[in-house]
C-alpha cells in the first residue's frame, strides 16, 4: 500500500519514501514506494513526471491502493527497500493543476447556464477538452459559461478537499452523484462548484490565471468544447496578439478592419484566379493552333501532318494536359507532347479519334526510353521521366511507331 500524499499537500514537489518493490513490466521498471506525492493517471488527468533518486518517471498509475512509478533507465540493483529522494516536475504539476480546477470551474459554469452537464473530461498536452450533454450549445450560452468562469477566477475563491462518507454526502451541493462509495473525498470551490474528485488541484481559483474556448465540435450526439486554460491560455493571447499585429501590418489595417480586409483579399485571389484559369485556358488553344498550323505546313511539303510532336522547356505544369485535350478533338491525329523542367522530364500522348494509337502495346517501347512512369486511359495518356537529354529520341521513336501502325492498318 502506497500513502498518497497529493491528496493532502498537492503543493509537495519534494518528498523522502521508502522503495517497497521494483519490478518490470513490458513497458519498463515500476518502482512503489510506501508513500508518495507524485499523482497517478485517472480522471482525465494525465501523471506527474520527475524522478526518484535522479532516475527519471515518466508514468504514474494506481492499482490495489498501491501507486507504481514507471521509470526511464536501469535501476540500481541495492534500491530496494532504500529511502529515496522524489522531486515532481514542477511545471508540469502547475500546468495540470490548472487544467483540473479550471475544468472543475468550466463544468460548473456549465451547469449554470444550461444546466449543461459535463459527461467526459480530457486534459492534453495543448488543450483541455469537456464534452456536454446537450446536441448544440448556442453561441451566447459559451460565452456566458467563459465570462461565468473567468469572473470566479478573479473572485479568487478557496479550493478545498473534504472527506465524506455515504451518511455526510447529502451536506454537499453536489454537482453530480459521486462514483465511489464509504471514503468520498470532495472538492469545493466556494459557492461556485462542488463535485467528487480525487485529482489535483490548486488552493485559489486565482492560480488558474484565465480560461479562453478555443473551439466547438459535435460527438456522438454531444457537444464537445476545447480549451486553453491557465498559463496555456496566456500563451495562446500572446501567439494570437502577434499573429494579429502581423496581419495588421501585411494588411495595413486596424484590429477591427481585419476581418473585412481579410475578406477583399479574399474577393481579389478568386477573381485572379478565374482570371488566370481564363488566361491559360486561352493559352492552351493558342498553342494547339500554332502546333496545327505548322503540322499543316508541313502537310503542304509532303509531310505527315497526322502525327504532331513538340519539345517544351519550362513551361507550366498543366500546360501539356491542356493542349493535348485540344488537339485530340482532331480525327485520327496522334500527339507526343514533351516539357522539360529541372531534371524531370513531363511527357503527355493524345489519340484523336480514329487515330491509329494503342498505349499498351508501345509503353514498353517508349517509356525506357526516358526512364518514364505514368498512364491514364485514351484519348490521353501522360507522367514523368528522368532521362531529359533522351527526349528527341522519345518523340522520334513515337513517330515511328505511329506510321508503324498506319501502315499496318492501310
Known amino acids: ?9 498537492p503543493r509537495l514537489l519534494d518528498f523522502e519514501a521508502k522503495v517497497l518493490a521494483t519490478h518490470r513490466t513490458k513497458q519498463g521498471t515500476e518502482i512503489v514506494l510506501d508513500r508518495s506525492a507524485f499523482y497517478p493517471e485517472g480522471g482525465g488527468q494525465p501523471a506527474d513526471h520527475g524522478d526518484i ?3 527519471p518517471v515518466v508514468h504514474v498509475r494506481s492499482d490495489g491502493g498501491s501507486i507504481f512509478h514507471r521509470v526511464e533507465g536501469e535501476v540500481p540493483g541495492a534500491l530496494e527497500d532504500a529511502v529515496v529522494r522524489c522531486r515532481i516536475d514542477a511545471s508540469r504539476r502547475r500546468d495540470y493543476q490548472q487544467q483540473h480546477t479550471g475544468q472543475h470551474l ?3 459554469a456549465f451547469m449554470q447556464v444550461g444546466p449543461y452537464p459535463t459527461v467526459s473530461v480530457h486534459q492534453g498536452s495543448d488543450y483541455t477538452t469537456i464534452e456536454i450533454e446537450a446536441s448544440t450549445i448556442p453561441e451566447l450560452d459559451l460565452d456566458r459559461v467563459e465570462r461565468l468562469t473567468n469572473e470566479a477566477i478573479e473572485a479568487d475563491l478557496p479550493v478545498a478537499a473534504h472527506w465524506a462518507t455515504e451518511e455526510t454526502i447529502d451536506r454537499y451541493p453536489l454537482r453530480r452523484p459521486p462514483k465511489v462509495r464509504d471514503s468520498i473525498r470532495v472538492v469545493q470551490i466556494g459557492d461556485f462548484d462542488c463535485v467528487a474528485c480525487g485529482g489535483v488541484h490548486l488552493s485559489r481559483t486565482a492560480e488558474v490565471r484565465m480560461v479562453r474556448l478555443l473551439d466547438v465540435e459535435s460527438i456522438r450526439g454531444n457537444t464537445r468544447t476545447s480549451w486553453k486554460i491557465g498559463d496555456r491560455a496566456f500563451a495562446h493571447y500572446r501567439e494570437t496578439s502577434t499573429v494579429v499585429k502581423q496581419l495588421g501590418g501585411a494588411l495595413s489595417a486596424k484590429t477591427h478592419e481585419l476581418a473585412e480586409r481579410v475578406g477583399m483579399q479574399e474577393e481579389r485571389i478568386r477573381s485572379a484566379e478565374l482570371e488566370i484559369r481564363r488566361l491559360s485556358e486561352r493559352l492552351h488553344e493558342l498553342v494547339a493552333e500554332r502546333l496545327l498550323h505548322e503540322a499543316e505546313r508541313r502537310s503542304r511539303s509532303g509531310r505527315n501532318h497526322a502525327v504532331i510532336t513538340a519539345h517544351l522547356a519550362e513551361e507550366p505544369k498543366d500546360l ?3 493542349v493535348t485535350e485540344r488537339l485530340v478533338e482532331v480525327p485520327g491525329l496522334a500527339v507526343c507532347l514533351v516539357n522539360r523542367t529541372g531534371d524531370r ?5 493524345g489519340a484523336g479519334p480514329g487515330a491509329p ?3 499498351e502495346s508501345v509503353r514498353g517501347e517508349l517509356l525506357p526510353i526516358i526512364d518514364a512512369r505514368g498512364g491514364g486511359r485514351r484519348p490521353i495518356w ?10 528527341p529520341a522519345f518523340l522520334e521513336r513515337f513517330r515511328e511507331l505511329v506510321a508503324a501502325a498506319r501502315r499496318e492498318d492501310d
Open 357 to 359: 494509337l494503342e498505349f
Open 53 to 55: 533518486d535522479g532516475i
Open 345 to 349: 522530364l513531363q511527357w503527355s500522348i
Open 320 to 322: 501539356l494536359r491542356g
Open 1 to 9: 500500500m502506497t500513502s498518497a500524499l497529493y491528496l493532502e499537500d
Open 382 to 391: 501522360q507522367g514523368v521521366g528522368t532521362r531529359v537529354e533522351q527526349a
Open 106 to 108: 468550466l463544468s460548473g
